[in-house]
């Protein structure tokens, strides 16, 4: 009888011990915060950034993913300053995705970056959050044709915008070009001033598609005077990296411009590291 009881006390002890320890091993996933999930900053701003707090310190690094969407262009509007895969230190209590915002002279309408947060080891309390740019460009088409490049999302693309004259186009073919003056921001949308202060002549407007791996949709838009000369949107592909494509001529007189052939852009396949001429083609 003593021997009975003994064994029943004993698997009872090895039950309630093996309960406490499956009790133990279960862990609950800490509840993660975002801060400013929604905010507005203007283009001058320079960063904005998202804070992501735990309440108390863990044990183990924390993970949270952030995915980026929304009408702010990549590259073109902003860039990430830091990794999109934020991790809290074991020990620490927070985490900041931030944000560089690209001051152009592109007069825009407001864009937005929208974030999605996800995580396999923490609950979110909010997995989304937004950031509003607001533009603080004033058009400046009253000084001349101002020529605007933007393009569409994806990964990088640096694009350039530039200033010619004295093209000479021969059996659709460039033949010969004189620079006049380049935007040639390594990121950021791009803006350039055809001004009134110019002799009267013809000019041309080069796109130019210095660096990407990807097909690059883009809008060039002139302007002068407040009123649109000439707008067109066009692709490269991926392997016209170091292409550009003529836009002209744009005939100056006085403070008036006009286009002299629709649709007029011819394609250069030659990078602008050192200007010179290589045998392009018209595009249509």
Same mark, same amino acid.
């Given at each position: 009888m003593q021997r009975n009881l003994f064994c029943a006390s004993a698997i009872a002890c090895v039950m309630l011990s093996a309960i406490s320890c499956k009790k133990d091993d279960t862990t609950t996933q800490p509840t993660v915060a975002l801060s400013a999930t929604s905010q507005t900053v203007s283009e001058a701003a320079g960063t904005a950034s998202i804070t992501i707090t735990l309440p108390?310190?863990?044990?183990?690094?924390? %993970?949270?993913?952030? %995915?980026?969407?929304?009408?702010?262009?990549?590259?073109?509007d902003y860039q990430v300053s830091t990794d999109t895969t934020l991790t809290i230190a074991a020990g620490s209590t927070s985490a900041i995705l931030t944000f560089e915002i690209f001051d152009d002279e592109v007069v825009e309408s407001d864009k937005t970056i929208n974030v999605t947060f996800s995580s396999s080891n923490a609950t979110l309390s909010n997995s989304t959050a937004s950031v509003t740019i607001t533009d603080n460009d004033s058009d400046q088409s009253a000084d001349g044709l101002v020529s605007e490049l933007t393009w569409d999302a994806g990964s990088l693309a640096d694009m350039d915008l530039y200033l010619a004259n004295n093209v000479t186009i021969t059996d659709n073919t460039v033949t010969d070009y004189n620079l006049l003056s380049g935007s040639t921001n390594?990121?950021?949308? !791009?803006?350039?001033?055809?001004?009134?202060?110019?002799?009267?002549?013809?000019?041309?407007?080069?796109?130019?598609?210095?660096?990407?791996?990807?097909?690059?949709?883009?809008?060039? %838009?002139?302007?002068?005077?407040?009123?649109?000369?000439?707008?067109?949107?066009?692709?490269?592909?991926?392997?016209?990296?170091?292409?550009?494509?003529?836009?002209?001529?744009?005939?100056?007189?006085?403070?008036?411009?006009?286009?002299?052939? %629709?649709?007029?852009?011819?394609?250069?396949?030659?990078?602008?590291? !050192?200007?010179?001429?290589?045998?392009?083609?018209i595009a249509k």
């Amino acid at each position: 009888m003593q021997r009975n009881l003994f064994c029943a006390s004993a698997i009872a002890c090895v039950m309630l011990s093996a309960i406490s320890c499956k009790k133990d091993d279960t862990t609950t996933q800490p509840t993660v915060a975002l801060s400013a999930t929604s905010q507005t900053v203007s283009e001058a701003a320079g960063t904005a950034s998202i804070t992501i707090t735990l309440p108390s310190a863990q044990s183990t690094d924390v %993970t949270i993913k952030a %995915t980026l969407g929304g009408t702010a262009i990549l590259n073109g509007d902003y860039q990430v300053s830091t990794d999109t895969t934020l991790t809290i230190a074991a020990g620490s209590t927070s985490a900041i995705l931030t944000f560089e915002i690209f001051d152009d002279e592109v007069v825009e309408s407001d864009k937005t970056i929208n974030v999605t947060f996800s995580s396999s080891n923490a609950t979110l309390s909010n997995s989304t959050a937004s950031v509003t740019i607001t533009d603080n460009d004033s058009d400046q088409s009253a000084d001349g044709l101002v020529s605007e490049l933007t393009w569409d999302a994806g990964s990088l693309a640096d694009m350039d915008l530039y200033l010619a004259n004295n093209v000479t186009i021969t059996d659709n073919t460039v033949t010969d070009y004189n620079l006049l003056s380049g935007s040639t921001n390594t990121s950021g949308f !791009e803006s350039l001033l055809l001004s009134n202060d110019l002799d009267d002549a013809d000019y041309y407007v080069l796109v130019y598609f210095a660096e990407g791996a990807r097909e690059v949709t883009y809008t060039l %838009t002139n302007r002068a005077s407040g009123n649109t000369v000439y707008e067109d949107t066009y692709s490269f592909t991926a392997d016209e990296v170091g292409g550009a494509y003529f836009y002209g001529p744009f005939t100056k007189s006085g403070t008036a411009y006009s286009i002299g052939k %629709t649709a007029n852009s011819v394609l250069w396949d030659v990078k602008l590291v !050192e200007p010179h001429w290589h045998k392009g083609k018209i595009a249509k």
